[in-house]
């Protein structure tokens, strides 16, 4: 099997739809269907069943799947393994962070690696941090830069940066504002707008309700939190964000509570081979480590 039919094959699997992987691939649709014509010859098994405009795997095709993608993985890492030797620092670094973290956190150290090393192509995604997460684990992302997960899988190194104090807000007209002090309760007679429910920051702001037998009363969710700034801003409910969007727009709450944290960092697969680019990268990270990442649990960096 040669890696351009695996590589073809991959995204046709993931979109179901040879039309979405060639835009992908940035190839054309006949060339695709070509290699994986080539892909079958090669296994004798037709990996796809095309019905109409419906493309599904075979179970030739799910049973190679996962075992394509480990095929390319090991490629990349000889890759990366032999172009190290030289030491030098170039080629590409595929590198995945949150919106957030890419517009408030990321801007002045990724200014610093461009200028530092010219020679590296950034290959930068803008994902949500559970979709980067996920891609770090199977070996499509050399680092993720995102919300870091409290209980991270073992097959990672997870090292938190920055430190990301939430705040309670509302806006300046919600009738909370009016209000000196408050209990998670008298939060919870309120409407609020939260991170989606699947999201590691939703889940650790749930955690902290439900410790006090609460359930939060939810009216909209979004993952994006400059989005829920606008939405908490028009009176839309009451809202936790970092404190660094906590502008002169919305009111600060009093809520008689525990500061609620998050921990944001970088995460590596400990099996994957890094190349030199990624070690520069991870060593302009740990430069930028605040003393309180330094000191954040264990359990979180080590799963």
Same mark, same amino acid.
């Given at each position: ?52 405009? *419906? ?21 990349? +890492? ?9 030491? +030098? ?7 995945? $962070? ?13 200014? *610093?690696? $461009? ?9 930068? *995604? ?46 300046? +007209? ?26 590691? $920051?939703?889940?650790?702001?749930? #955690? ?23 939405? #908490? ?15 002169? +727009?919305? %009111?600060?709450?009093?809520?008689? %509570? ?10 590596? *697969? ?34």
């Amino acid at each position: 099997m040669d890696t351009q039919s695996l590589q073809a094959f991959l995204p046709v699997a993931d979109n179901g739809s040879f039309s979405r992987a060639a835009d992908q691939l940035h190839l054309t649709q006949p060339a695709v269907s070509k290699r994986i014509a080539v892909l079958e010859g090669q296994i004798d098994a037709r990996l796809f069943d095309r019905i109409g405009r *419906h493309v599904s795997l075979t179970e030739a095709g799910r049973l190679l799947l996962p075992r394509a993608r480990q095929i390319l993985v090991m490629v990349d +890492d000889s890759r990366r393994a032999l172009g190290n030797l030289s030491g +030098d620092v170039g080629g590409s670094l595929t590198l995945a $962070t949150s919106h957030h973290i890419g517009l408030h956190r990321l801007p002045p150290l990724l200014r *610093h690696y $461009t200028r530092t090393h010219p020679e590296v192509r950034l290959d930068l *995604h803008f994902l949500d941090s559970e979709e980067a997460y996920q891609g770090v684990l199977d070996g499509e992302l050399e680092i993720a830069v995102v919300t870091l997960a409290l209980h991270p899988d073992p097959q990672l190194e997870v090292v938190p940066v920055w430190i990301d104090r939430l705040r309670f807000v509302c806006a300046r +007209d919600h009738p909370l504002a009016r209000k000196a002090s408050l209990s998670l309760a008298a939060l919870c007679e309120f409407d609020a707008v939260l991170p989606g429910p699947l999201t590691f $920051t939703r889940g650790l702001i749930e #955690t902290r309700f439900a410790a006090a037998g609460l359930r939060l009363p939810v009216a909209v969710s979004t993952n994006y939190l400059e989005t829920l700034k606008m939405m #908490t801003t028009i009176g839309l409910g009451w809202s936790l964000l970092p404190e660094g969007l906590v502008k002169d +727009d919305l %009111h600060e709450l009093q809520v008689d %509570h525990p500061p609620v944290h998050r921990p944001l960092g970088y995460l590596v *697969h400990r099996s994957r081979t890094l190349s030199n680019a990624a070690r520069a990268m991870l060593q302009e990270l740990d430069a930028a480590r605040e003393v309180a990442a330094r000191q954040w649990p264990v359990d979180v960096q080590n799963g």
